[in-house]
């Protein structure tokens, strides 16, 4: 039985998805406006462990997953500058260069650090059609409201809004006026932004326009006179809040089994994502919320100017197998802060280069070691309790069953924690002289000296090859 702590009622529950065996579930992707640093690809990490455990008991999973290319404010209460823009302008690259450069460096840090990802990442400006027809629905629902900057979500007619966050409204105002800047409510938010062109500021990048047959992309035209006069009013942008209630029910239905984030997701953005969805469909958007927590850097907040911004290139610039960093990830629970630090990536590092020195002394795998596949199974199905996971493979290496059953545990634990023992593949090196003259009789001995420096032994046809681990 497979259990998940469930932000919406505070609780670690059995997980029933909707329709078994089948599970849906959406993870809010990364904004590429900038670099992915380790901080965020903890998050996905905990995601593919999460997809893993679940198809680890049989679960059919069916994952989607965004890539936010608009909307997105320096704010994600709505305001501040438009993220691409503004790293479109960092980079002297277009916004739909920005994205794609950014898409990338994102796939790549995923595919290092073995997350699998779905095949087909949805793009916000792909579904523009498909936000713009939920915005009308709320609209004729009497959900919407208009500013002179855009079209708001009334949260004072959805008397649930703050089931996920179980803030107090009044506790947020803390008591002081604050301008809401046209808003009704302090916790309103854009379902679409009007272009500022109109009051004289250079209009930006990704624009489009609504309302009846002629939807429509202004990005790509050159002037305003391309738009008719009657639709001018509509030219604009999704909010950032409604690309996700769009998407995930565009793949996955009206109402799906999971939906992940970080934990700042859980105040302001998936808070408005159930507010819209619900409020158009009028039945339950997600059954299981679940939030990772940060991560920090030599305890303290990661960022450029202190110089502790560290992305996967960086961790391999500095010779780490970005598998030691997934490796480091587990040994924190997904709810838990993490500390990073270089010296607890060596430390991850080491034991990793150990783990796969174990599994490469071991043989063939024949029948797994039961004990510890059952204890293993409970671990990750503790709500995706990973570090005594860990530990539950580290006794069972250390224990007395052969190594042939060990190995076939241990790839069975891989399908989860997936440090790719059975394809890892160790660099050739020249053996230091003194270690190839031991006897036929002293082989064994020496074989195990050679795996305690980071060596590995194989036989083959053509005579016995020792292997560098990767550091
Ligand atoms: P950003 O690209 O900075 O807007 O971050 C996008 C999302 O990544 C945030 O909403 C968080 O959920 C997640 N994130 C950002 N920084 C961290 C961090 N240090 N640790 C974990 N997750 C993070
Ligand atoms: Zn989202």
């Given at each position: 039985?497979?259990?998940?702590?469930?932000?919406?009622?505070?609780?670690?529950?059995?997980?029933?998805?909707?329709?078994?065996?089948?599970?849906?579930?959406?993870?809010?992707?990364?904004?590429?406006?900038?670099?992915q640093?380790?901080?965020?690809?903890?998050?996905?990490?905990?995601?593919?462990?999460?997809?893993?455990?679940?198809?680890?008991?049989?679960?059919?999973?069916?994952?989607?997953?965004?890539?936010?290319?608009?909307?997105?404010?320096?704010?994600?209460?709505?305001?501040?500058?438009?993220?691409?823009?503004?790293?479109?302008?960092?980079y002297?690259?277009?916004?739909?260069?920005?994205?794609?450069?950014?898409?990338?460096?994102?796939?790549?840090s995923?595919?290092?650090?073995?997350?699998?990802?779905?095949?087909?990442?949805?793009?916000?400006?792909?579904?523009?059609?498909?936000?713009?027809?939920?915005?009308?629905k709320?609209?004729?629902?009497?959900?919407?409201?208009?500013?002179?900057?855009?079209?708001?979500?009334?949260?004072?007619?959805?008397?649930?809004?703050?089931?996920?966050?179980?803030?107090?409204?009044?506790?947020?105002?803390?008591?002081?006026?604050?301008?809401?800047?046209?808003?009704?409510?302090?916790?309103d938010?854009?379902?679409?932004?009007?272009?500022?062109?109109?009051?004289?500021?250079p209009?930006?990048?990704?624009?489009?326009?609504?309302?009846?047959?002629?939807?429509?992309?202004?990005s790509?035209?050159?002037?305003w006179?391309?738009?008719?006069?009657?639709?001018?009013?509509?030219?604009?942008?999704?909010?950032?809040h409604?690309?996700?209630?769009?998407?995930?029910?565009?793949?996955?239905?009206?109402?799906?089994?999971?939906?992940?984030?970080?934990?700042?997701?859980?105040?302001?953005?998936?808070?408005?994502?159930?507010?819209?969805?619900?409020?158009?469909?009028?039945?339950?958007?997600?059954?299981?919320?679940?939030?990772?927590?940060?991560?920090?850097?030599?305890?303290?907040?990661?960022?450029?100017?202190?110089?502790?911004?560290?992305?996967?290139?960086?961790?391999?610039?500095?010779?780490?197998?970005?598998?030691?960093?997934?490796?480091?990830?587990?040994?924190?629970?997904?709810?838990?802060?993490?500390?990073?630090?270089?010296?607890?990536?060596?430390?991850?590092?080491?034991?990793?280069?150990?783990?796969?020195?174990?599994?490469?002394?071991?043989?063939?795998?024949?029948?797994?070691?039961?004990?510890?596949?059952?204890?293993?199974?409970?671990?990750?199905?503790?709500?995706?309790?990973?570090?005594?996971?860990?530990?539950?493979?580290?006794?069972?290496?250390?224990?007395?069953?052969?190594?042939?059953?060990?190995?076939?545990?241990?790839?069975?634990?891989?399908?989860?924690?997936?440090?790719?023992?059975?394809?890892?593949?160790?660099?050739?090196?020249?053996?230091?002289?003194?270690?190839?003259?031991?006897?036929?009789?002293?082989?064994?001995?020496?074989?195990?000296?050679?795996?305690?420096?980071?060596?590995?032994?194989?036989?083959?046809?053509?005579?016995?090859?020792?292997?560098?681990?990767?550091?």
């Amino acid at each position: 039985m497979f259990k998940i702590y469930n932000t919406l009622t505070r609780k670690v529950e059995e997980f029933i998805p909707i329709n078994p065996p089948n599970v849906g579930i959406y993870s809010c992707g990364p904004t590429v406006y900038d670099y992915q640093h380790i901080g965020h690809m903890r998050r996905y990490v905990g995601d593919d462990l999460l997809i893993r455990v679940l198809k680890f008991n049989n679960f059919k999973v069916h994952h989607v997953m965004n890539i936010t290319d608009v909307g997105h404010l320096t704010s994600d209460a709505d305001t501040g500058e438009d993220k691409m823009e503004k790293g479109a302008e960092k980079y002297g690259l277009s916004v739909w260069d920005i994205a794609k450069k950014f898409e990338k460096q994102f796939i790549d840090s995923a595919k290092a650090l073995n997350i699998e990802l779905p095949k087909d990442l949805m793009h916000a400006t792909d579904f523009i059609d498909e936000q713009i027809e939920l915005i009308k629905k709320l609209e004729e629902k009497g959900f919407t409201y208009k500013t002179a900057d855009g079209i708001y979500f009334d949260t004072s007619r959805f008397p649930d809004y703050f089931k996920l966050s179980r803030q107090n409204p009044e506790e947020l105002k803390g008591g002081v006026r604050i301008d809401l800047g046209g808003k009704k409510n302090i916790s309103d938010f854009a379902l679409w932004k009007f272009s500022s062109e109109p009051s004289g500021l250079p209009r930006r990048q990704m624009e489009w326009w609504f309302e009846g047959p002629l939807k429509g992309e202004l990005s790509t035209q050159k002037n305003w006179s391309s738009v008719p006069v009657q639709y001018r009013e509509t030219v604009g942008f999704p909010g950032w809040h409604i690309e996700c209630s769009a998407m995930s029910m565009e793949a996955l239905g009206e109402s799906f089994d999971i939906h992940t984030g970080g934990i700042d997701h859980i105040n302001i953005h998936h808070s408005n994502e159930i507010a819209q969805s619900e409020a158009a469909t009028g039945k339950p958007f997600v059954k299981y919320f679940v939030h990772h927590a940060f991560l920090q850097v030599e305890s303290e907040k990661m960022s450029k100017s202190l110089g502790n911004f560290y992305t996967v290139a960086d961790i391999e610039k500095k010779g780490f197998d970005p598998l030691s960093l997934r490796y480091l990830y587990l040994q924190t629970h997904y709810r838990q802060e993490m500390n990073f630090t270089w010296e607890a990536l060596e430390g991850a590092q080491t034991a990793l280069n150990k783990l796969r020195g174990e599994f490469a002394s071991w043989g063939e795998a024949k029948v797994g070691c039961a004990e510890f596949e059952q204890r293993f199974k409970e671990a990750i199905n503790d709500d995706l309790n990973l570090p005594e996971a860990l530990s539950v493979m580290w006794e069972m290496v250390r224990s007395n069953y052969p190594g042939s059953a060990k190995k076939r545990s241990l790839l069975k634990f891989d399908e989860v924690l997936r440090f790719g023992l059975a394809e890892f593949k160790p660099e050739k090196v020249e053996v230091p002289d003194k270690r190839k003259k031991g006897g036929f009789s002293e082989a064994d001995k020496i074989r195990v000296q050679i795996e305690e420096l980071g060596f590995t032994v194989e036989d083959t046809p053509t005579g016995t090859k020792i292997k560098k681990l990767n550091r």
